[in-house]
């Protein structure tokens, strides 16, 4: 297992560059075989219903990409129009605030050079933001190309989709009879945890994406659409995507109104959305159903993006669902055993 282990880690590592549209037609035809199963038990055959699936995936997204993608690109040039305006207003607020701190707590806590330090930061910081987004929206097809995007993973998708059932009767035939009753039940056990989380957290961004995109929009952010869907898509990664967002939202709200009153109607909507999430949204789609917790998850992510760039963020989640599976399984296994059952002799 573990000589497994290293040679999957290796390939993945020699061939990273070419295997991210096979992982991602694989995530693909993994999400949609639940779907494509119940409809070949109505009688439709399997062919076919991986053919209406990825043909109804693929025109969805590009009804997005038509009717977002000029839109985001608009709000790209609002962006850096506004930037040098937006840092101003930010740097002033920020100055008033520090000066209103230096009358109250005295010069000896705050004093010049600090307040200075601190509105330049600021202003960087709000560059480097607007930047980002303008290079992640201008060139996002640098991470994946368009002829991966259009042509080899709906490919991929479709044949791994139309012969799922067939792939994994002939991976079980291959399992070690005297194991593959347990293996059987370690596979069932990771894909009830992975297809809850992944199913579950993806319909969960889809939601914010709307809802932030909708509620920013509302208060009359300016940047509203592009932050309300990259803050929704953010939520993939717990907490940290939500404040990354909150904290982005805050500064541009800041840099446009140039008031608390604007500010505070921008940190409503953030914490609407994070009640929403937490106490409906959460618990609905996803319940007691996954076991995977978010600080594992959130160093699964970071993790397989510094390894394997962009494929490792798309097979961190499963690694992550596998290894917490085997990690239960070792604990309830020594738990039974006689290591920790037998109790300590005493005596001679």
Same mark, same amino acid.
Request: glycine fraction near 12%; include cysteine.
């Given at each position: 297992? +573990? ?13 990273? &560059? ?5 992982? +991602? ?60 305006? @937006?840092?101003?207003?930010? /740097? ?67 044949? +791994? ?52 995109? %909708?509620?920013?929009? &509302? ?17 993939? %990664? ?19 109104? /140039? ?52 494929? /490792?963020?798309?097979? &961190?989640?499963?690694? &992550?669902?596998? %290894?917490?599976?085997?990690?239960? @399984? ?17 005596? +001679?």
């Amino acid at each position: 297992m +573990l000589g497994l282990a290293a040679t999957t880690l290796l390939l993945l590592w020699l061939f990273s &560059a070419i295997l991210t549209p096979f992982v +991602l037609a694989g995530c693909i035809a993994y999400f949609l075989d639940p779907v494509a199963t119940r409809l070949t038990r109505m009688g439709m055959p399997r062919g076919l219903a991986a053919l209406l699936l990825l043909g109804g995936m693929m025109a969805a997204a590009l009804l997005v990409v038509l009717l977002l993608y000029p839109l985001l690109i608009a709000q790209v040039g609002t962006l850096l129009a506004r930037l040098p305006s @937006y840092v101003a207003s930010i /740097g002033t607020a920020v100055q008033d605030g520090l000066a209103a701190l230096e009358e109250r707590l005295g010069p000896e806590v705050m004093d010049t050079r600090l307040r200075d330090l601190a509105v330049s930061q600021v202003g960087a910081i709000l560059a480097f933001l607007g930047t980002a987004a303008t290079r992640l929206i201008g060139g996002g097809y640098a991470l994946l190309s368009v002829f991966t995007l259009v042509v080899v993973t709906p490919v991929v998708g479709f044949y +791994l989709l139309r012969d799922w059932p067939r792939i994994l009767r002939r991976v079980e035939s291959w399992l070690p009879r005297r194991y593959a009753g347990t293996l059987r039940q370690l596979a069932h056990d990771t894909d009830r945890v992975l297809s809850a989380w992944l199913r579950g957290q993806l319909l969960c961004c889809a939601l914010l994406c709307v809802y932030y995109a %909708i509620g920013l929009s &509302a208060v009359g952010l300016e940047l509203g659409l592009i932050l309300g869907i990259a803050s929704g898509v953010l939520s993939f %990664i717990p907490y940290v995507g939500s404040m990354t967002g909150l904290g982005t939202a805050l500064l541009l709200a800041l840099g446009q109104f /140039g008031t608390w009153e604007g500010v505070g109607m921008v940190a409503a909507v953030f914490v609407t959305g994070q009640i929403v999430e937490g106490y409906i949204i959460y618990p609905r789609l996803l319940g007691d159903r996954v076991e995977l917790h978010a600080v594992w998850v959130i160093f699964a992510l970071f993790a397989g993006g510094v390894a394997f760039g962009f494929l /490792g963020v798309l097979l &961190a989640v499963p690694m &992550a669902a596998v %290894i917490g599976v085997l990690a239960r @399984y070792w604990l309830r296994r020594y738990l039974e055993s006689p290591l920790y059952l037998d109790p300590p002799r005493t005596g +001679l």
